[in-house]
């Protein structure tokens, strides 16, 4: 057990469909990360919260809407995906600032767009 | 540019045997260094954080080593055991641009019996 929680683990989803995926961290941390693992890549950071309150946003596409309702739960809302975003999302928190602190990952949601 | 390459990029080990991963960075300025271990299926589980200050860290069966002057890392693994097999990613953190953090490719290790 991670201490970071994601569900699904397993998505599979049409370019027209709407879903989310859910993040819960048990470790009190206040910051909270999306990542996309995609193969031959380095992850990717796609959104930052601390304290609820998103910080960074790294030039994502609007078809991904994430969302904080506080500092134990984070959500990615999916829309009109392309075949191309089908990828490794990874969770994660940490207890400060993530250039000190060490991340916690999820075991994230393998996400496949058809 | 700032830039984290890793070799090899995988390597097969007979289970018992030790290893070690390499990392050069280019990031500057910089603030610490970090190596994760990813098994299959799972998110990434931090191993060990050196500063600049910091020569070497161990934790368990895991060494690793910075060179800050020579901007490279070393992960060494002792005593291989099966479950050391998966990818071994280095993570340099930038001291200033919002402190972002730069990921390798990771070394894809496979410890056979």
């Known amino acids: 057990e991670t201490g970071v929680t994601q569900t699904p683990r397993h998505l599979v989803m049409g370019m027209t469909n709407k879903k989310s995926l859910k993040c819960e961290q048990h470790l009190g941390h206040n910051a909270m990360y999306w990542y996309k693992q995609s193969a031959k890549k380095p992850l990717e950071l796609m959104f930052v919260y601390n304290f609820k309150e998103q910080t960074e946003n790294n030039s994502v596409p609007s078809r991904f809407s994430p969302e904080c309702p506080n500092s134990s739960h984070l959500f990615l809302h999916l829309h009109t995906l392309q075949p191309e975003d089908s990828a490794l999302y990874l969770c994660?928190?940490?207890?400060?600032?993530?250039?000190?602190?060490?991340?916690?990952f999820g075991n994230g949601t393998r996400l496949t767009v058809t | 540019k700032n830039q984290v390459e890793q070799s090899p990029q995988s390597l097969i080990i007979l289970e018992g045997k030790n290893c070690t991963l390499q990392c050069n960075y280019t990031v500057s300025p910089f603030s610490n260094l970090r190596w994760y271990k990813q098994d299959t299926g799972r998110g990434p589980v931090s191993l060990t954080i050196m500063t600049f200050s910091e020569n070497t860290k161990s934790n368990g069966r895991y060494t690793a080593t910075l060179d800050a002057d020579t901007k490279q890392s070393s992960l060494h693994i002792t005593a291989s055991q099966l479950s050391d097999s998966a990818s071994y990613i280095c993570v340099v953190s930038h001291a200033g641009n919002n402190r972002k953090l730069i990921w390798g490719l990771g070394t894809s290790l496979g410890v056979n019996p």
């Open positions: 994660a928190s940490s207890e400060g600032d993530r250039a000190n602190s060490p991340l916690h």
